[in-house]
């Protein structure tokens, strides 16, 4: 499209600033990278210059390409303006970045910035944004519009709580306000009971709020869009499984809604559409409700004015391209005009009609947070989801279970312990992260309907879905008890197909009837003979494309997933291109930690790549949150898992030449062997070199061969293997299972009694592998080395240097590209050993090794056949995308590679992890050989100092103003920070310390002030209430050191720690992180002022 | 879980599918048609304008929330799952129906309600498939034939177009939907009189709550001889150009002043009535999510359609103009005369079921009289 009139008096190419989100932390994540991206696309399309402000490097958004310039920059109001006094820029689009760019752009209006630089806010005016956001202002616009929202009262006696109460109508909620844990907080039907509840509250708290009880109601969502000539369309509505009160973040979330008449559903568009009408909202916004399950009665919770989470997911739901059509509309183009892109006939002004059924299940990963509560609430802890598709509820949701669990055999693998009834009551009534496993134990131990939906208020036509399954289930083993798989009809095997059953799963119910141990290979056997024996009978899954319309337009989708549920795949699939060769491949599954959209930029890069190589392309994946399944990251989208069992399906659907596995990270490398043994063409590294660098005694053994050192370690099946190991090498030690990525279960142990714990714990992560010991060294430096390979020779390799020392985990560390304080000779024998494992391995595409370094001594920690974490910061900073290059070599061409000398750079990378404790009370937020953080930004400049500032800066550590409060640590901790601390109370930043560290600096003649330890009292001889400090932002940074790295104990180190996060102070737990800090900071006193922000230069 | 019968459809173009049995099981035929709306089976299914067709809903979960309980009093303001009193839909067509509804609103499940109106469906066949077929054969017809199921006896014969499949001849149709004598309904000023081809309760109810009284007529009345101070067409089933003389009555209307709404059928048979003429279209209009716009401004609404037959733009006389288009393939959706008070929508403005962005034409329709 041309440029639209609007922007068209702005110039000839209007400079239009983007803002994204800055590092995925929950609640923010890589949804942001979808939005970016197509918002990018689309304002590119129509004749703009973009320029994208966003600090994460892992994104696709963050590309250089043509006419887009990207800084990587804090997306906070003082960053923003210098880039505008720098650019110029015409206009700015604040609606794709979340929360973050949304806060920051209401921050430029109030600071005056818009106004002074001249920058048009492009969509829904600052205005709205500040009312939809307040809940005054929000609550007074939806009342004078009619829109009932939730009556709240604050009442401070019984009597106001009583005539509150019925003003509102029983039930209703009580809450005491300043309450910490839900303390005098209930449920209230009647006045007693309300009396009973409120004085209890009143005496711990000095008010309470009487709310309208909401409690059972459902909770449903709609997407709605709006153009600037105030038309506007509801994209989708979607039901949460779970009924009001968990946030939609961390809900099962269906799409269409199932349980709505279309009374209902028209009542709430409606609604949906006045709302957005009233308020001005130019774009895309997403409404809230809560809607009764007995009547029509229905408040709105929350108007959301932006592209959101549930935004990137309808669109992958429904088929509509959301952020790309809503950001055409806040150029000012109308929807009539905008071709809806996905039919390529129709206009962007519909509503898509689904005929499928999708389902969202969020993953929490809370057993990577020590300490964190597992309950589920308003606040959203949940690290990725996945989005199934299918064409029945049973078909959907049991693709969801393994897609979420990544286990082929889904619901069969639970573990089912049996819970006393009055447990698994209790399961089902507190809403935790494995409610519904709960779910399914009590379906499974014969509960009826209305038992689970009295505890659980989930709605009884899910939990009916839910039990189709499950009596099936009791089915299938019956018919395996007593007889073998050929006996299996061709009815029997469709009917099972259809309910969702995969073979995997079969196979586990079969093995399990006969008394066998239903281990992998079992299980994959069994498999391999229901797959035989369905496939005989022509039971195959079919084909079928989201089209927007429910096929009553031609359209030419490429976006698919199978299902059991039809005789036919879509007319015009499955034929390949006759000129093209055909590469499936396969994106990372689930965001959790460890993985996240650093393995998407490698999908799309790579996938992009292809095309331009003339391969079509083909992805597998079942995040909705990413830009590879966006319908235009590949020639072919399949939404659905990423099992064997599918790649499989495609693979026979499809012609394909080959697949790519070595791009998604850790499950798709998990499912390299499996497909290779089952007959699929990898391409790039072929099996075995993926089974030597993935199998610790053979990748152990080649070191071995190649005279490469390596930490002392042992495969061990007995405890007593390993008590004899800790006696050689001592304490500590690294207890971890094989296959592991980002630490699962991956723990230090200082002496036996943790040695122990840690033991059980890795035992019950992976039963069917050895538990793996390594000598853990203390105070090494960590270096990776990234890079591609071909044939076994090193094509192009980067060096980075971790700033943390060894015992950080590497997606937790901070890693800078060049390397500054290597020695040369270490980087030479890092190079040398590089050259040498990928000979021995006979590496043949990407790859990252990791390496510990004391002196110019090293050691190889293990190498990854397969693209890294760090690839598209090592890529963006070099200037040359290593996934491009890895995809070259897998389809066999050499690509031709501009000569990367990295000690050349006219600048230095930062990358920083971020992280997400805030949003997990009780986490204590220290670092370790377990992975916590949830994602990362990089930076650059010309130096490192600098660039490491910018890098924290976007990592939420904000230079110190008021106060430092530090505890060293250990002594030798201690004395490393001294001549620091002299530095700093030299610039006249005041320094707290608690006891033993107070006393270590004004020894040594540093003026500090002592604080108290938390729980000691103050006073003047222990000092102030450290906790005080924060609370009233006396001080403003932390410097906590841990003893050890256990984190297992309450500590008061731990304390501080854990205030620091929830008063939002900036806090440093690494000494070696710390003091790279302090370094910075002294050489750049001014850097807020004195910085002058550059762009990330292009590709060579 | 009990087995349901099988059931076998057969399609004029030979090809069939096997599927169980739901609803009555009866033997039946009828043209194919689907609707892509994904709530509002009730409605459809109530809906005279499918008067003798298959209706195939393209949402695979259908039943989901139940059958509310049949209200007959259509003076309730909003719409309550019914839009008549009994199916009239031939046949139902579903993905998957289901098996128990839960929602506080329902009296039974769909297959139960079938049952009770005698009308048969089939269920657990490719519903994708079926639209893919239709929507390129542009008109299939369908014979539902219930497994173990005394039949006609010619059932297993290969059946030809023309002598086993219901075509609507249309005369006979609109006999069927109409009522047989006039009523009145409501309380107003002023009296509008709806031509009842087939007309959906929510008009009714619309007109009703915006306040007017209605006075509904059979379809054959003789229009000239009614006191009424304004006059609507209705929805209804078939071909408009199989409508007997009722454009010439509705011609005699042209002459006059008195206002004129038309909706679905109604809008054809006024531009039939106007001089224009009517054709099938190669993509009917069969969704809750057909985008139209008001012609001359940058305006659009989204809309419940289901016609398959449309005005031919260029036949419009000189004193009338399109009103609304299409903003997908610029159809018309809606005419208007240029200096006197009739117009007409394709589209359903009354919704029920489907989106009810544009209940303000009836809402002005009755308030401008």
Known sequence: MPLHPQLQQLGCKPKIILLGSGGLTIGQAGEFDYSGTQAVKSLLECGNEVIVINPNIATVQTNPQAGVKVYLYPVEPEWIEKVFALEKPDAIVAGFGGQTALNCLIALEDNGALKRHNVLNLGTPVSTLKMTEDRSLFAKKMKSIGMPIPDSYACETSSQSVTAASAIGYPVIVRAAFALGGLGSGFAANEGELLALVDVALAVSPQVLVEKSLRGWKEVEYEVMRDSQGNTIAICNMENFDPLGIHTGDSIVVC???????????????????????????????????????????????????????????????????????????????????????????????????????????????????????????????????????????????????????????????????????????????????????????????????????????????????????????????????????????????????????????????????????????????????????????????????????????????????????????????????????????????????????????????????????????????????????????????????????????????????????????????????????????????????????????????????????????????????????????????????YVLSGAAMNVAYDRPSLDLYLSMADLASPDYPVVVTEFLLGAREIELDGVAQHGEILTAIVSEHIENAGVHSGDATIVVPAQKLYVETVRRIRRAGRAIAKGLRLNGPFNIQFLARLNHIQVIECNARAARSFPFVSKVVGLNLA?????????????????????????????????????????????????????????????????????????????????????????????????????????????????????????????????????????????????????????????????????????????????????????TNMEKMIAYAQAITRHPDFISEHVPRPLPEYK | MTVRPKCTLKLSNGMEFEGELIGAPNEVAGELVFTTGMVGYSEALTDPSYYGQILLFTYPLIGNYGIPPLHKDISIEMSHGFESDRVHAKAVIVGIDSAEAFHWSSRQTLDAWLKEQNVPGIAGIDTRQLVHIIREEKTVFGRIMPQGVATSGKASSLISKAEKFFDPAAQEILREVSCKKSFRLGRGNKRIGVVDTGVKWNILRQLIHHGAEIEVLPWDADLSKSDVSAWLLSNGPGDPQKTGDLKNRIAGLLTGHCPILGICLGHQLLALAAGATTSKMSYGHRSHNQPVQLVGTRKGFITSQNHGFMVDQASLPKDWEPWFVNANDQTIEGIRHKSKPFKSVQFHPEAASGPRDTGWIIEQFVKEL
């Open chain 1, 884 to 1068: 491009d290059a890895a995809t070259s070599v897998m389809i066999g061409k050499t690509p031709r590679l501009a000569r990367i000398n990295d000690d050349d750079l006219p600048y230095v990378g930062v990358k920083a992890a971020l992280f997400s404790f805030t949003r997990l009370s009780g986490v204590d937020p220290v670092l370790g050989v377990e992975m916590a953080s949830t994602g990362e930004v990089g930076c650059i400049a010309e130096d490192f100092e600098s660039a490491y500032l910018l890098a924290m800066e976007s990592a939420k550590v904000f230079l110190p103003k008021k106060g430092l409060l530090v505890s060293a640590g250990p002594e030798h901790e201690k004395l490393k920070f001294l001549p620091w601390a002299k530095k700093l109370t030299g610039m006249g930043l005041p320094i707290y310390a608690t006891e033993g560290t107070a006393k270590f600096l004004l020894d040594h003649g540093v003026n500090v002030i002592k604080v108290a330890w938390p729980g000691e009292p103050a006073n003047d001889k222990n000092g102030q209430d450290p906790i005080e400090l924060l609370r009233t932002k006396k001080v403003d940074f932390v410097l906590n050191i841990p003893k050890n790295l256990q984190r297992d104990e309450l500590t008061r180190g731990s304390q501080i720690r854990q205030g620091a996060t929830r008063f939002g102070c900036s806090i440093i």
């Open chain 1, 256 to 738: 269409p809604s199932q349980s709505l008449s279309d009374n209902e559903y028209q009542m709430l568009r409606n609604a949906a559409i006045k709302i957005i009408d009233s308020c001005g909202v130019i774009g895309e916004c997403n409404v809230q409700y809560a809607l009764s399950p007995n009547s029509l009665d229905f408040v709105v919770i929350e108007v959301n004015a932006r592209l959101s989470r549930s935004s990137a997911l309808a669109s992958k739901a429904s088929g509509y391209p959301i952020a790309y059509i809503a950001a055409k509309v806040v150029q000012g183009f109308d929807l009539l005009e905008i071709q809806n892109p996905v039919t390529g006939v129709t206009c962007a002004f519909f509503e898509p009609a689904l005929d499928y059924v999708t389902i969202k299940v969020p993953r929490w990963d809370l057993g990577k947070f020590k300490g964190v509560s597992r309950e589920l609430g308003s606040t959203m802890k949940s690290v990725g989801e996945i989005m199934s598709i299918g064409r029945s509820f049973p078909e959907a949701i049991q693709k969801a279970v393994r897609m979420i669990t990544e286990l082929d055999a889904g619901l069969a693998t639970f573990v089912r312990v049996q819970l006393a009834d009055s447990d698994l009551e209790k399961a089902l009534s507190e809403p935790t992260d494995v409610r519904f496993y709960a779910v399914i134990s009590a379906l499974r131990s014969g509960w009826n309907l209305e038992r689970i939906h009295g505890l659980t208020h989930i709605d009884k036509w899910f939990l009916s879905k839910l039990q189709e399954v499950i009596l099936c289930e009791n089915a299938i083993k019956v018919v395996f008890a007593s007889s073998d798989l050929e006996s299996v009809t061709a009815n029997q095997w469709l009917s099972w197909k259809r309910l969702g059953f995969s073979d995997a799963q079969m196979a586990h119910y079969f093995l399990e009837a006969k008394q066998k141990k239903p281990d992998q290979a079992s299980i994959n056997c069994e498999s391999g003979k229901i797959r035989t024996l369905r496939k005989k009978y022509k039971i195959v899954p079919v084909v079928k494309k989201i089209d927007t319309t429910a096929a009553e337009y031609p359209a030419k989708s490429n976006y698919l997933y199978m299902t059991y549920h039809g005789s036919v795949s879509d007319p015009g699939l499955g034929m390949g291109a006759q000129s093209k060769k055909t590469a499936l491949v396969l994106g990372s599954g689930s965001y959790r930690i460890g993985t996240s959209v650093e393995f998407d930029w490698c999908a799309v890069s790579c996938s992009r790549k292809l095309q331009e190589e003339s391969w079509r392309s083909v992805i597998l994946n079942c995040n909705p949150e990413t830009v590879s399944t966006d319908y235009n990251s590949s020639d072919s989208l399949y939404f659905d898992e990423m099992s064997l069992e599918r790649v499989l399906d495609v693979c026979e659907f499809e012609k394909i030449e080959g697949v790519v596995a070595c791009m998604g990270g850790q499950l798709p490398n998990r499912l390299a062997l499996q497909l290779c043994n089952a007959g699929i063409q990898l391409l790039g590294h072929d099996a075995e070199t993926i089974d030597t660098a993935e199998d610790r005694s053979k990748f152990s053994a080649l070191l071995d061969k190649l005279g490469i050192d390596q930490p002392h370690w042992i495969a061990a099946t007995s405890r007593g293997q390993i008590d004899s190991f800790v006696e050689k090498v001592g304490f500590p030690v690294l207890v971890r299972p094989s």
